[in-house]
Structure formats: C-alpha cells, structure tokens
C-alpha cells in the first residue's frame, strides 16, 4: 500500500515535471524543472531498492549534468529568444504523430502485461548488497564496457573543451 | 495511545534527532558566527564583540533580529519565482547532508547504506542554490560571483571525492556508522593511515564551503558578494545559514572519515580507560577558570554571568563523569556511549572548524586562476596518487602480510615525493609566467 | 512491489512527452533537454525490469546510460555555444547555413 502511495506521488511529480519542461517558456525555469523531474525519478530509483542508481542519479544527472545546462544557459544571452515563438510552425502535426505512437505503444503494453503479471517478483533480498553486486558486475562481468566509457567519457571532454574554445 | 506504543515506534528517535538538528542548527551556526569574530579579534589582538550581551554572548540573537527585520528588497527586473527559491535550495541540500552523519552510536537520522554518497550527492544539490541566485539577481556582479563560485565548487568536489574515496578503501564501507565502527575495530583513525588525503580533504573542503583563502568570489574587495550582493535581511541569513551549515557538513564528514568520529581516542585499548574522564576533567577545567575570572570583571552583570557560565561548565562536567563512574550495566553506564560520543563528536568538528578559522586568519587570497590552477593541476593528481597508493598499501597488508606500519609509511612517502614534486613544477611554471608577462609587458 | 505494468506505463508517459519536447521546440536547449527526459524514461524502465527479474545487469546498463547522457550533453552543449558565438542564435529554424 504504502509502496503504491510512494510510486503515485513520484509518477505524478515526475510527468507533470516532464511536461512544464517541455511547455515553459523561460528557459531556467524548464531547467528547474527538469531537475524535478530528475529527482523524482531518482526517489522513483530508491523505491525499487536500486541505491547505487538512486545516488548516481543524484550526484551524475542532477548534480552535474544538469548544472552544466545551468552554466551554458547562463553564458548564452536569451533574452531574445524569450521574447519568439517558442513552438515549430507545424506543431500540431508533431503532437498528433506523437499521440498516435504513444497511443500505439500504450496499446501494446495494455494488451500484453497480463503475460508479464504471471511472472512473479524476484525477492528484494536478490538486490542487496546493491552496491556490492553493481561494483562486481562492472568490475567484473562488464569490465570491457566500463573502460569503454570511460574512453568515451576522455573524448567528450577533449571534444567540449575543443567546441567552446575562443582560439584552437 | 499508550506510551509504550509510542515508544516502540521505530521511527521515534530519527525523529527526535531530525527536530533537534533543525531547531538547533540555526543558533549553533549563530554561534559559530561570534566563535569566528572572537577568534579572529584574538588572532589581531583585540577583543572582538563585547557590547550586546555579557562577553558579546547575545550578539548573534541580535543580528538575527535584525536581518528578521529587515526591509525585504528584491532587484527591479529579478525573477521573483527562483529570487525566493535560490536560498531555500542551498539551506535544504545543506541540512539534508546532516541526516546522515554520526554523532554519537545512536544519534543518528537515517543510517544508509550509501550514507557518504549521500552526504556528497546531497552537497552537489547545493551548487543549484548559488548559480540560480546569482542569475536570479539580474546584475552582472551576481552572475559573474555566482559562476566563478560554481565553478571553484565543482572543481573541489572532485578532490574532494578523490581524497573520501581513498579513505573508502581502508573502510570498506559506505555507511558512515560503519566507517566509524571500523576504526574502533581497526584500533587506529584513518588519518594516520592516509594523512596525505586527509590534507586533501582539508584544503578541498575549505575550497568547497568558499572560504579564505579561497573566497575570491565572495570577497568584497573584488565581486562585493558575488551571488549574495543582491540578498538582503532575511534572505541573505538563509544564504549564510547554508555557508555555515555546509561548513559543519564537511568538518563532520572529515571527523566520521578520518578523525574517528564519536570514539574517544584509543577506543578499543581497555588500558586508557581513565581517558573516560577527559571530558569532565576539560569541562572541570573551564568551570575553574571561569570562577577565576569572577572577581576580575568590572561590573556585577559580568561577575554573575560568568558564575553562571562556570557553574553550568560544572554541571555538564558532572553529567559527563556519573556516567564514566557507574557500575557497568546500570542506566547510567548505558547513557554513557550517546553523551561521551557527542562530546568527542563536537569537539573534533570543533577543532576541524577552528583550523578553518585559523587558516582564515592567516593566508591571503588566492587569485581566481591560481585557485582553479590549485584544484586541477595539484590537488587532483595529489588526490589521485593517494588513492593508488592507499589501495598499494592494503594490497601489500592484506595481500603479501606486510606490517601496517611499513606498509602505509612507504606509500605515504611516495605520495608526499609525488606531491612535492607538482609543486615544484607549479612553482617553475609560475617564475616562468611571471617572467613572459614581464618580457611581453617590456616588449 | 508495485505491479510492473505501472512502470511501463510511467516510462511511455515521460518517452512520449521527451518526444513531444524534440519535435516541438525551437529552442535547441530544450530539445537537449527533452532528450534527457527520454533517457530517463528508458532507465526507469531498465531498473524496473532489473527488480521484476532479480538480476542487477538492468542498473549497470542505466549506469552506462546515465554515462552516455553526460558526454553526450557535454559536446551538445558545446556546440550550442561555439554556434551561438557565431550566429547569435539558439533556435533551430535560424540554423540554417547549409541550406542553399
């Protein structure tokens, strides 16, 4: 019951944080909500006893993905573009496009979560020690994509500071 | 509703614990404030506050008053919405990093599993408070202050992360109750095993909370305030609030990490047993003083105010010592883990706070480019050599049965070589800027 | 637990509107951003599927989501700014310099 109550009132903080994201004008102020929206899914993370993610979330997305939005939104001057139309010209085709596919996909789930009902919830016993198991499954198991990403993760850094610089 | 019901509620005691950090953080840090200004008039030879109340004793309540006072005044074109929103950010992520800390074996809100992740993911919250009040203030000094400060934080954190996570590793753990049961197991605090990142911490953290010697963005010489120049009464007491919270957040989790938290020192030995009464001997020692003082103040008020002072010195230094004195298994002796813990707790994050103070008072300020010069290009690899070496030296312990002594005094020699010689470098790359500047300046 | 089809169905609701946020908006900053609602939307779905099965691989994959997301926002954000040093712009109807 109470886990119910938990997962409606993150759900319901995380759409509507979603969708003043994408309808607010001001662009700081779709930041801040984006950063609602982060954060709900992170408390979303926690209640189905994902600790590590729930913390990644926090610390990764919110406290550094989104700080850089912050910083660029910052050092670009928008106050023009505050004052434009803030919607394509054909918008209403882009909304029905996306309604039909949602309303395809929600179809989809409707018709064939009865199969997944049959299957039974893995113990919560199965996730603890969670940082433990995801510290061995990324050193471990997936070691080969870890240093991947961080190979990825040097690039992007060499390629932002290259993109932003004054004089190469 | 029954009192045994109630009590038995597993949720009670978080709760007691959360009430009384929140009610009482706002005056300690008013306190810490009046600490701060009489240390720095006794660092400058002088008195400091002396006036509003006895010994200057009343003066944060006064400026309280005050800033509660104070006429609200918000910038002509100032968003209003993230105006008001920008403090409440930085106080909340900074008290909320307060929940997961030790302050004594049961004083503690909520014992995570990822407790020290929290602390650190929490804090980075605490960025969004700065940058949105310096935008929100619509005055280029804001943004400019609130952009330099944003920046210095986010470079620290990662020293910061670097030094915490090498103490991890001789941890084991992530919980912070468990880090500090760790040391009580392993019969020695983590900063003998890892001073090098322990210095780490110590000039990261300063950076992380803006202080001197790394105020340049809040220095009024230079931004007049940076993010707060535009913050008046009670807003700029929220924003100062968060600086002090975050203050005791990281000296609370430099004492959880490195200096043993709640144990008294030598907490395993049943040898220094009689360091039990320490507390009371230091707190004896104050009351005596403050009796000493009577007959020389000047003026009647004072004398009884510093009576009162020494007796309630007295009265704490009993309350610590019956618990030291009782027979083991009584009521007493189970009280006497949550005070004693407290005591050495507080004075840790004390002593932790007056090196704040005293480094304060003592260096000048580093200029902005030598500040983000320090984080990345010598606390870092500092940081980064460090934890290699901690994770050398478990290897060489646990792994081939090394000693702990040669184990963790070898690698530490190799980190302070390491160190020694990027400052070396530094300083090279500094004489030969000075000198290009000098020659482009002639030329 | 709270049956899986409520996650599924939480998913699609922040997919759909990351999506509505990409095709819609002429602000590139916001498009960036609706990218990172789908992102997220794919993760909550990874990390519930990760709690119905029992196995942790669903989170090390949000892990390695949540890494791509950084770098990805890091080089998007810094073409918006080597852009609107040259044009002044962040609207993606005014960037249009390929075009004949």
């Known amino acids: 019951m109470l886990d119910l109550v938990i997962f409606y009132f993150f759900a319901a903080l995380a759409v509507v944080s979603a969708v003043l994201v994408v309808t607010r004008r001001n662009v700081v102020h779709s930041a801040i909500f984006l950063a609602t929206a982060l954060l709900a899914t992170a408390g979303i993370?926690?209640?189905?006893?994902?600790?590590?993610?729930?913390?990644?979330?926090?610390?990764?997305y919110t406290g550094g993905i989104l700080v850089l939005y912050v910083f660029v939104i910052m050092l670009v001057n928008l106050d023009v573009a505050l004052h434009q139309v803030q919607f394509n010209r054909r918008w209403y085709v882009a909304l029905l496009l996306t309604v039909l596919l949602g309303a395809q996909a929600f179809a989809a789930?409707?018709?064939?979560?009865?199969?997944?009902?049959?299957?039974?919830?893995?113990?919560?016993?199965?996730?603890?020690?969670?940082?433990?198991?995801?510290?061995?499954?990324?050193?471990?198991?997936?070691?080969?994509p870890f240093e991947i990403a961080s190979v990825l993760l040097l690039v992007a850094m060499i390629g932002g500071v290259v993109m932003a610089k004054k004089r190469i | 509703?029954?009192?045994?019901?109630?009590?038995?509620?597993?949720?009670?005691?978080?709760?007691?614990?959360?009430?009384?950090?929140?009610?009482?953080?706002?005056?300690?840090?008013?306190?810490?404030?009046?600490?701060?200004?009489?240390?720095?008039?006794?660092?400058?030879?002088?008195?400091?506050?002396?006036?509003?109340?006895?010994?200057?004793?009343?003066?944060?309540?006064?400026?309280?008053?005050?800033?509660?006072?104070?006429?609200?005044?918000?910038?002509?074109?100032?968003?209003?919405?993230?105006?008001?929103?920008?403090?409440?950010?930085?106080?909340?992520?900074?008290?909320?990093?307060?929940?997961?800390?030790?302050?004594?074996?049961?004083?503690?809100?909520?014992?995570?599993?990822?407790?020290?992740?929290?602390?650190?993911?929490?804090?980075?919250?605490?960025?969004?408070?700065?940058?949105?009040?310096?935008?929100?203030?619509?005055?280029?000094?804001?943004?400019?202050?609130?952009?330099?400060?944003?920046?210095?934080?986010?470079?620290?954190?990662?020293?910061?992360?670097?030094?915490?996570?090498?103490?991890?590793?001789?941890?084991?753990?992530?919980s912070t109750k468990a880090i500090v049961e760790r040391q009580a197991q392993d019969g020695v605090w983590f900063i003998f095993a890892a001073p090098v990142g322990f210095f780490v911490y110590l000039v990261a953290s300063i950076a992380e909370t803006n202080r001197a010697p790394f105020d340049m963005p809040e220095a009024e010489s230079e931004l007049v305030a940076g993010y707060m120049t535009e913050y008046s009464g009670f807003r700029w007491a929220l924003y100062f609030l968060a600086e002090y919270t975050n203050m005791i957040v990281v000296a609370s989790i430099a004492t959880t990490l490195?200096?043993?938290?709640?144990?008294?020192?030598?907490?395993?030995?049943?040898?220094?047993?009689?360091?039990?009464?320490?507390?009371?001997?230091?707190?004896?020692?104050?009351?005596?003083?403050?009796f000493y003082r009577v007959p020389k103040q000047p003026v009647g008020?004072?004398?009884?105010?510093?009576?009162?002072?020494?007796?309630?010195?007295?009265?704490?230094?009993?309350?610590?010592?019956?618990?030291?004195?009782?027979?083991?298994?009584?009521?007493?002796?189970?009280?006497?883990?949550?005070?004693?813990?407290?005591?050495?707790?507080?004075?840790?994050?004390?002593?932790?706070?007056?090196?704040?103070m005293w480094l304060r008072f003592t260096f000048p300020r580093y200029r902005f480019d030598q500040l983000m010069r320090l984080g990345w290009q010598f606390l870092l690899p500092v940081g980064m050599v460090n934890l290699a070496g901690i994770a050398v030296a478990l290897a060489l312990h646990r792994g081939l049965g090394w000693g702990v002594v040669p184990s963790f005094a070898l690698t530490t020699a190799l980190t302070v070589a390491v160190a020694a010689y990027l400052v070396w470098i530094g300083e090279k790359q500094e004489v030969r800027k000075i000198g290009e500047e000098e020659t482009a300046g002639n030329a | 637990m709270v049956p899986i089809g409520h996650y599924l169905f939480?998913?699609?609701?922040?997919?759909?509107?990351?999506?509505?946020?990409?095709?819609?908006?002429?602000?590139?900053?916001?498009?960036?951003?609706?990218?990172?609602?789908?992102?997220?939307a794919v993760n909550i779905n990874l990390v519930a599927f990760s709690r119905l099965v029992g196995s942790v691989e669903g989170q090390i994959f949000a892990i390695f989501i949540i890494t791509d997301a950084a770098a990805e926002a890091a080089v998007g954000l810094g073409i918006i700014i080597a852009f609107f040093r040259n044009r002044e712009t962040v609207l993606a109807d005014e960037m249009d310099i390929l075009k004949w």
């Open chain 3, 10 to 40: 939480l998913s699609l609701a922040l997919f759909s509107i990351g999506i509505v946020g990409v095709v819609t908006r002429r602000n590139v900053i916001i498009i960036l951003m609706s990218i990172e609602l789908i992102l997220n």
């Open chain 1, 45 to 60: 993370f926690l209640s189905l006893r994902a600790e590590f993610l729930f913390i990644v979330q926090i610390i990764l």
């Open chain 2, 1 to 174: 509703m029954d009192l045994n019901a109630i009590l038995q509620w597993p949720h009670l005691v978080p709760l007691i614990c959360a009430l009384a950090i929140v009610l009482v953080l706002p005056l300690v840090a008013g306190y810490i404030v009046l600490v701060e200004r009489k240390v720095m008039a006794d660092m400058q030879v002088r008195l400091g506050p002396m006036r509003v109340g006895p010994h200057g004793l009343l003066q944060p309540i006064a400026d309280a008053l005050k800033l509660l006072l104070k006429e609200d005044i918000i910038p002509e074109n100032a968003d209003r919405y993230i105006f008001w929103l920008a403090p409440l950010i930085s106080v909340t992520a900074a008290m909320l990093a307060l929940s997961t800390v030790p302050i004594g074996p049961v004083f503690l809100i909520a014992d995570l599993n990822i407790g020290l992740l929290f602390i650190l993911g929490v804090g980075a919250l605490g960025i969004f408070g700065i940058v949105l009040g310096g935008w929100a203030s619509n005055s280029h000094y804001s943004l400019l202050g609130a952009l330099r400060s944003a920046a210095q934080l986010v470079s620290y954190e990662t020293s910061a992360g670097m030094a915490v996570v090498g103490a991890l590793l001789l941890a084991g753990t992530l």
């Open chain 1, 109 to 144: 789930i409707l018709v064939s979560r009865q199969s997944l009902y049959t299957l039974p919830p893995a113990p919560a016993q199965a996730l603890e020690p969670n940082t433990e198991l995801v510290a061995w499954g990324l050193f471990h198991t997936y070691v080969l």
């Open chain 2, 258 to 290: 490195f200096l043993g938290g709640y144990l008294r020192p030598f907490a395993g030995t049943p040898l220094f047993d009689f360091l039990d009464y320490l507390p009371a001997l230091l707190l004896l020692l104050v009351a005596g003083y403050c």
């Open chain 2, 301 to 356: 008020v004072q004398k009884g105010f510093m009576a009162v002072v020494g007796l309630l010195c007295g009265g704490m230094a009993l309350l610590l010592a019956l618990p030291a004195a009782a027979p083991a298994g009584s009521l007493l002796a189970g009280a006497k883990p949550g005070l004693h813990g407290a005591f050495w707790f507080v004075a840790k994050v004390g002593a932790y706070l007056y090196v704040f």
